[in-house]
């Protein structure tokens, strides 16, 4: 029976996009000593990036890294900005 078929599928697809872990940082952005959060921008502030010290526009995806675990040293970055900072440092695998 492909009706069936079709319900099961409906009901698979719309969980795909809501249960996208949200927040959830790739894992090449994550080192020792920094908390990196991946953000959507939705909320529709502008930030400045610290990596190119260019604004962040609101509903921009990137990063947000904290560093040392204080809340305080928390920065919006551009999400490639992130990776080439990372290789600065030489943090990256
Ligand atoms: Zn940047």
Known sequence: MPRKHRAARE???PLAAPDRPRG????????EGVRV???TGE???TYRCPGCQ???RPGTP????MEHED????RHWHTPCWRSELR???LSA
């Open 43 to 45: 909320k529709g502030k």
């Open 24 to 31: 959830v940082a790739p894992e090449w952005a994550s080192a």
């Open 88 to 90: 600065r440092r030489g």
């Open 11 to 13: 009901r698979e697809a």
């Open 71 to 74: 809340v305080g040293f928390r």
């Open 62 to 65: 990137h990063l947000v890294v």
């Open 54 to 56: 260019q604004e962040i």
């Open 37 to 39: 959060q991946a953000v």
